[in-house]
């Protein structure tokens, strides 16, 4: 990572004393946790921002589609959260955890001496060997505020309060999981650390005991190290365990994390978490913090073509268009069936009556009036 890697340089310009050596590392914590902060949510694969087209230039090589940069990544926390402070979330276990770091490293290579012995190999094997034992230590005892730190921070996915500050963190991690639940992910920061150590600490006196500094014209430091970046090479090769712990010291803790789809197939152990890693291609995510990060999946949209002329050439494809797309004919409304109106039976005709209005003999009598045939 980026600020582990000013710091061990730090370290390294400090020489042997042990006050500058802390105070060089509590600055760089201090300073770089912004961008620390970034590299944890990256390394479980949080990604808030879609990724952008991007044309191939000297930036984005060959073009595709990028997630935004690491200072759009930074806005888009403080903009969710309201405030900046979000960026130095995990400080606090963060800098106990570099103080007991410092002192116990100081502790034990101040009890171990250097070797005695005239004998060249001897004197690199129990170099490493020291260097190693204060790093396995450190390591040991520092680890439980390790992971208070990542899920402080990863509970930013989730907005879970229960690992909002140190205490409520620390107590939900012992409740939920015991003494056990501080040293999760403790195997890979610890093969991380001491393998990533041993090969720092061998470059280094290799380099000093065959003089390669004086051979090849590179200046030394002031405790007779080399100049070479032997701490980057430690990056380097350690990188795939440090992002393997960081992903064990947060699984299957209750947070959100555990649903990304990144984090999936990684629970079970950190032998399977580094496996799943390894064949998905993201053995080193989150490691280029300075540079474009290229999205995985390049099928999402077609990168845009504009046209060759702005202004006949759209107007020519939405006319295609229309001729070329069929025309669907309205089908015919049907007419509802009308309903049978029932006969009305006839209504017999009554005859016609007249009435005869002469009476010779004083009677009156009706009489049907004559029908005509």
Avoid at 151 to 173: C, D, F, N, P, W
Avoid at 214 to 240: E, M, Q, R
Wanted: glycine share 8%; hydrophobic share 40%.
């Amino acid at each position: 990572m980026v600020d582990g890697d000013i710091g061990r340089m730090l370290r390294s310009e400090a020489g042997n004393n042990p006050t500058v050596k802390m105070l060089g590392s509590l600055a760089q914590v201090l300073i770089f946790n912004p961008f620390h902060t970034v590299t944890v949510l990256l390394q479980v694969g949080y990604e808030p921002l879609p990724p952008t087209y991007r044309k191939p230039s000297i930036f984005f090589f060959s073009g595709g589609f990028y997630y935004p940069n690491i200072f759009k990544y930074m806005k888009y926390l403080t903009d969710k959260e309201g405030s900046r402070l979000v960026l130095y979330r995990g400080l606090t276990p963060r800098l106990g955890g570099v103080f007991i770091t410092n002192s116990v490293r100081s502790e034990v290579l101040a009890a171990v001496p250097a070797s005695t012995s005239k004998c060249p190999p001897e004197q690199i094997a129990h170099e490493v060997g020291r260097q190693c034992a204060a790093t396995a230590l450190a390591v040991i005892t520092s680890h439980p505020l390790l992971v208070v730190t990542n899920r402080m921070i990863v509970s930013l996915i989730g907005g879970e309060e229960k690992y909002s500050t140190v205490i409520s963190a620390i107590s939900t991690i012992f409740g939920e999981e015991g003494l056990l639940g501080f040293y999760a992910g403790i195997v890979p920061h610890l093969l991380g650390e001491v393998s990533g150590k041993a090969i720092e600490v061998l470059i280094q006196e290799i380099v000093e005991k065959a003089e390669l500094n004086k051979k090849l014209g590179l200046p030394a430091h002031a405790d007779g190290k080399t100049s070479l970046p032997v701490s980057a090479i430690h990056g380097f090769l350690s990188y795939p365990l440090q992002l393997t712990t960081t992903i064990m010291t947060v699984n299957n803790c209750g947070l959100a994390v555990s649903d990304l789809p990144t984090v999936q197939g990684t629970q079970s152990s950190w032998i399977a978490c580094i496996k799943a890693l390894w064949n998905s291609g993201n053995i080193k995510r989150g490691s280029n913090l300075m540079f474009a990060r290229k999205s995985a999946d390049q099928t999402w949209h077609t990168p845009p073509s504009p046209p060759t002329s702005p202004d006949v050439e759209p107007l020519a494809e939405e006319v295609a268009a229309v001729v070329e797309s069929p025309v669907e004919v309205p089908a015919a409304p049907t007419v509802a069936e009308v309903p049978d109106v029932p006969v009305v039976p006839e209504v017999p005709v009554v005859p016609e009556v007249s009435v005869v209005s002469e009476c010779p003999d004083g009677k009156c009598e009706l009489k049907p009036a004559a029908t005509s045939e």
